[in-house]
């Protein structure tokens, strides 16, 4: 991909917000939302992690059919990435930010009929309209983050406001493990020696386990909707104030921004790895160690742990280290230690995968940062289309847990060590031509 010849972020004409009244003090609670945002969605993202868990108990479902949560889930964000696009350009931030949390809202809602008839497909479809929702907060939070500040900070500004994604993360994994997970599991054996009416009143259990934590969330997101209604956001650039050519450009028009097309690659194979291996964590320690599904979700949790400090460091590093440079880094070791994580396997192996976390940590948003820094008027309509990559959670998911079940578990991380090696391929080319 020959990237020579873009010219500068700062020579193109940006779709800014135009200035407010007041100074910038104006937009502090608008960005204090948009920072919640980011909290919001890691939530729900890693809440997944143990609800792939939960489900192949309650439902006794196979790794491949635990891996329709994450497929269900990151389709929404596919279906959704352009329609939030179009409202985000038509109404601004305001009205797209609103929509997200209202569509999120009403996916937790659904988990309690999905509980009160142990149907999992109704599970899967509320998760599919939460990621709808995620579609819509995502597609405005990121590029908001980018436009709003010097064009050459935009990468060190994003990573700190994904900053609080980890912790979102941290908090599902606890809710999860506390409120979700009962720490009972009974092996084949034991559920043949039940009696009918034992054995359904514990999967019944286990179903309705996810039904009060979901309700919970459901008021705090249908809260911060409200509180978006009654913020002021940024207005949409007068019209007078973009340039002609910017009024008539379509996604077509991305297709001669090759940067943009290699962000989307690597992204898709980036989440795809991210998903997959804290996706099947808890299945790892459990397949690999023999470890129950709280010691494997405690495992997660100090994953979760090492990502939000792979998060701060990364992003001080990048003070010294171009963002380009310290992605090619940090993707290098990510593959080299899923590789280990694959073929050593043991104690050794899970904390390989574990560590795994720390160097995952800045990936999406400096691929995202690189992929939209040189689209100018485009950047919008780029940061719909690196979203849809997240469709990368889904295919990749399903296919390491169809390794999975016929290798077996640890063999299956092999899968998301071949995708830190597209990170790095884009890495080193942005590097290269930048």
């Known amino acids: ?77 596919f279906v959704f990435a352009i329609p939030a696009s179009i409202v985000l350009r038509r109404f601004g ?29 109704l599970f899967l479809f509320a998760l599919f309209v939460i990621a709808a929702g995620l579609a819509f907060l995502e597609t405005s939070a990121n590029p908001l983050m980018t436009e709003l500040g010097d064009p050459a900070t935009a990468t060190r500004r994003l990573n700190w406001a994904q ?10 994994i606890l809710i999860g493990r506390n ?11 034991t559920l043949a020696g039940m009696n009918a009416a034992a054995r359904e009143a514990f999967y019944r259990n286990e179903v309705q386990a996810v039904a009060t934590p979901y309700l919970a969330i459901a008021a705090i997101v249908l809260l911060f909707a409200v509180a978006a209604a009654l913020t002021a956001f940024p207005r949409n650039t ?28 690597a992204q898709f194979f980036y989440v795809g790895a991210q998903v997959g291996l804290w996706s099947y964590t808890i299945r790892y320690a459990q397949g690999a160690l023999g470890w129950n599904e709280r010691q494997g979700a405690d495992m997660l949790f100090v994953s979760l742990l090492l990502f ?3 998060r701060f460091v990364g992003t001080t590093l990048m003070t010294w280290i171009a963002p380009a440079r310290l992605l090619a880094i ?15 396997g043991g104690t050794i192996g899970l904390y390989a995968l574990v560590t795994t976390s720390f160097f995952m940590s800045i990936q999406f948003p400096t ?23 997240i469709i990368g959670g889904a295919v990749l998911t399903g296919v390491i847990g169809f390794v999975s079940d016929r290798a077996g578990i640890a063999a299956a991380m092999l899968v998301p060590a071949a995708c830190f090696l597209v990170v790095l391929t884009y890495a080193v080319r942005a590097r290269a031509r930048a």
């Open 163 to 172: 900053a609080a994604n980890p912790f979102g993360a941290i908090t599902g």
């Open 93 to 121: 931030y305001k009205a797209a930010i609103i929509t997200g949390l209202l569509l999120y809202g009403i996916g937790a809602l659904l988990f309690y009929p999905a509980a009160a008839i142990s149907a999992y497909q």
């Open 330 to 344: 940090f993707a290098t070791v990510s593959a080299l230690l899923a590789a280990a994580a694959a073929l050593v």
């Open 1 to 77: 991909m020959a990237w020579q010849g873009s010219p500068p972020l700062e020579d193109i004409p940006r779709t800014t917000e135009a200035p407010a009244p007041g100074g910038a003090g104006r937009w502090v609670p608008a960005l204090v939302i948009t920072t919640s945002l980011f909290f919001l969605w890691g939530m729900a993202n890693n809440l997944n992690d143990i609800l792939i868990a939960q489900f192949k108990k309650a439902f006794t479902l196979s790794d491949f059919g635990t891996s329709f949560v994450q497929q269900v889930f990151y389709l929404g964000y």
């Open 367 to 389: 691929i995202f940062a690189l992929g939209v820094e040189t689209l100018g008027p485009l950047r919008r309509l780029g940061s719909s289309l690196i979203i849809m990559a």
């Open 308 to 310: 939000a400090g792979g």
């Open 238 to 265: 007068a019209v007078r104030d973009v340039p002609e050519q910017a009024k008539t450009q379509r996604f077509a028009d991305l297709l001669r921004h090759p940067r943009l097309i290699g962000a989307v690659i």
């Open 179 to 189: 409120f979700i997970l009962s720490g009972i599991e009974h092996d084949e054996a």
